[in-house]
């Protein structure tokens, strides 16, 4: 019974490089998203996706760019990182947006630190 | 534009103490309502939610009522234990055009000392 999956748990990055964040759900959920939680702040949304091929920018897009290639799959990409990019990420799914409101079944987090 | 406020933290109770975590929202039409918890290193679980006026949401002996007239939804528990120490999220949902985002409060830590 996984979930919603996340890889890798725990990264270091120095300035300038880049990553791959990988979300994985196998609860055939259409939407899903990719959100960063730093102290004092709660959880802000990066980006969201609505469908396979499909994806949005959230509050807090820039510095990330995003894939949904299939439907189980999120990834979320850090073309150059930057020490402002140290937090933590979930993503999340959740079945439908509209209509009765669902609720959003989260991962356990990746921890990125940016030296 | 919406948005959830809640308490600041942290917030230390002795165990079998009374909680009480604020919450206050403000928001177009008539959002539902949620509590997230996440215990230490892990990520967000639903709690409780409510989806219109008056409901209450309850689980684990927490209880939270959606109070339109005063946009609250303040998160209650009688007894609290050792094991509820986490951080508790408000946030809020509109039912349209939002894409099923949820609109996070700041969290609220809870630490509970035998």
């Known amino acids: 019974n996984a979930g919603v999956t996340q890889t890798p748990k725990f990264r270091v990055l120095k300035t300038g490089q880049s990553m791959t964040l990988l979300c994985a759900q196998d609860?055939?959920?259409?939407?899903m998203y990719w959100y960063r939680q730093d102290p004092g702040m709660g959880l802000r949304l990066i980006h969201y996706s609505v469908g396979e091929g499909t994806t949005a920018k959230g509050e807090v897009p820039d510095g990330y760019n995003v894939s949904r290639l299939k439907k189980q799959n999120f990834l979320l990409g850090l073309e150059s990182a930057a020490p402002s990019q140290t937090s933590v990420y979930f993503c999340a799914s959740s079945y439908v947006a509209g209509g009765p409101p669902g609720e959003l079944f989260f991962g356990e987090g990746s921890r990125l630190t940016v030296l | 534009g919406d948005s959830v406020t809640q308490m600041e933290g942290p917030v230390t109770l002795s165990e079998e103490a009374f909680l009480t975590i604020n919450c206050t929202y403000t928001a177009t039409g008539y959002p539902s309502l949620f509590w997230y918890v996440q215990y230490p290193g892990e990520g967000l679980q639903l709690l409780l939610k409510?989806?219109?006026?008056?409901d209450k949401g309850s689980n684990k002996g927490f209880e939270a009522t959606y109070r339109k007239e005063t946009t609250s939804f303040h998160l209650e528990k009688g007894s609290v234990q050792v094991s509820d120490s986490a951080v508790y999220f408000c946030?809020?949902?509109?039912?349209?055009?939002?894409?099923?985002?949820?609109?996070f409060g700041k969290g609220t830590k809870l630490s509970v000392k035998p």
């Open positions: 609860m055939n959920h259409e939407y």
């Open positions: 946030a809020l949902k509109q039912l349209v055009g939002s894409q099923g985002n949820l609109i």
């Open positions: 409510a989806t219109k006026a008056d």
